[in-house]
């Protein structure tokens, strides 16, 4: 399944399969501190993602990179409709959350392109020293 098209639930369900000490919903649950069917229930769309405080311990259980930490709050986000919750407070209540809304709202009215956002993440990317795609 496309990483786009998959769900919260779908996402942690295969990250705990992959994981190599063949982790089941109780050794998951008993370290989130909650109920099986709760996570079994999470991991079938059936309730709501898990709260910042559970993907952390879930993402640290499961040592997840920072890639995997950031698509899991992506995705949570989009089943619940709400701002990503580990860039809320940057998002909704920063200046350089007032400039990322500005610019995306530039998106949304055509005057940004993909392009443009490609040359400035490059441009981040080549300023931390991460190598170019």
Known sequence: MLEKNMRFGQFIKAKRLKDPRELTLRDVAKHLDMSISMLSDIEAGRRKP???EKIEAFCAFLNLSDEDRALAYDLAAKDTGYIPSDIDDIMMHSEIGDMARFALRMSNAG????????ALIRRIEQKKGKPDD
């Open 111 to 118: 005057i940004a392109d993909e392009d443009d956002w490609r």
């Open 50 to 52: 898990l709260d910042s």
